[in-house]
């Protein structure tokens, strides 16, 4: 099993930075693609940001040169730097690990693991 949890969240004036942490815990040794979404009240969920096991990264239009992705592998971490935040930006912050793969019968592709969320407010 793997656990996601995530922290970091807070409220913060237009124009500040956050950083969010997801700690990867449980058995980590599958390739994966770890992912940011979001989600405001009233809203789909949004995909923000993801980073695999290469360190490929991708980022949603809104957010493209505002957040940067990075991880931590000795730690099982990925973070997520918000910079420039606007109130558009609220929402419940999500981490997912997707299992691309492995030698392991316990590393089952296609498989998604979520953390509970952390909330970013972001006021005017």
């Known amino acids: 099993q793997v656990q996601l949890v995530e922290s970091g969240g807070g409220s913060v004036e237009a124009g500040g930075s956050l950083r969010l942490s997801c700690v990867v815990s449980?058995?980590?040794?599958?390739?994966?693609?770890m992912s940011w979404y979001r989600q405001a009240p009233g809203n789909d969920r949004e995909f923000v940001s993801d980073i695999d096991s290469e360190g490929r990264t991708t980022y949603g239009d809104s957010v493209k040169g505002r957040f940067t992705i990075s991880q931590d592998n000795a730690k099982d971490t990925v973070y997520l730097q918000m910079n420039s935040l606007k109130p558009e930006d609220t929402a419940v912050y999500y981490c997912k690990r997707y299992i691309m793969g492995g030698l392991s019968s316990r590393c089952v592709p296609g498989k998604s693991y979520w953390g509970q969320g952390t909330q970013v407010t972001v006021s005017s």
């Open positions: 449980g058995y980590t040794a599958c390739s994966y693609d």
